[in-house]
């Protein structure tokens, strides 16, 4: 079982420009999403993360390269995993209800909150506005077809609805994190802890590592 240490940064508040946010998570401690799960073609984007949370949010960054950039969902809560797309699931504490938080190339949001796959309720759309966002596309491919692309996210601890959240500093939880595709010409499904499971499921989470925030 993987463990995600997340530090604290001082120099960015609710006010930092998202544009800041990106270039701060730039220079910052990446780790590989590079599980590849349920796959026949053995195709596998390159993908990794950036973290690190302030006194009111959570800092994150993906970095992708990739075949295929589709992005046909723009509204909060539309079935982004069909696109191409990141994801991070989060547990805080001990509990047994995790937040899944779902993002398209563009940012386009989905986040839902339960025990397991079957059983989610998805968040309200003024809670999910509350997310920064920022994406950036290389402008073509490169010479073996593949396109770079990154998305920064801040996620104020207000979006947990479901939790009181006033700190994160010395807090524990479990967490996984991914990269999809379900309607992409090649399918793919990638995982940042390791999931034991012979269909495709990322709502396992048992399988989710564990984190803490310095």
């Given at each position: 079982m993987?463990?995600?240490?997340?530090?604290?940064?001082?120099?960015?508040?609710?006010?930092t420009a998202i544009t800041d946010v990106s270039l701060f998570l730039n220079e910052a401690t990446r780790h590989s999403i590079n599980n590849l799960l349920w796959s026949n073609s053995g195709y596998k984007p390159n993908v990794s993360f950036a973290i690190a949370y302030t006194t009111d949010s959570i800092l994150l960054k993906y970095f992708v390269t990739e075949k295929y950039i589709t992005s046909g969902y723009h509204e909060?809560?539309?079935?982004?995993f069909e696109d191409t797309c990141v994801e991070f699931f989060i547990a805080f504490g001990d509990e047994r209800n995790y937040y899944n938080l779902e993002f398209n190339r563009i940012g386009t949001p989905l986040v839902g909150y339960g025990p397991g796959k079957n059983n989610r309720t998805l968040l309200e759309k003024p809670s999910i506005s509350q997310i920064k966002s920022?994406?950036?596309?290389?402008s073509q491919a490169d010479a073996e077809g593949d396109t770079e692309w990154e998305l920064t996210l801040s996620i104020p601890f207000s979006l947990f609805v479901h939790n009181n959240i006033k700190s994160l500093t010395g807090g524990i939880g479990r967490v996984n994190l991914f990269k999809c595709g379900d309607n992409l010409p090649d399918p793919h499904f990638l995982s940042w802890n390791y999931i034991d499971n012979p269909q495709p499921n990322f709502h396992l989470p048992e399988f989710f590592g564990k984190i803490q925030f310095l």
């Open positions: 993987k463990y995600l240490r997340v530090p604290f940064v001082s120099t960015i508040a609710a006010g909060i809560n539309d079935p982004v920022l994406s950036k596309t290389a």
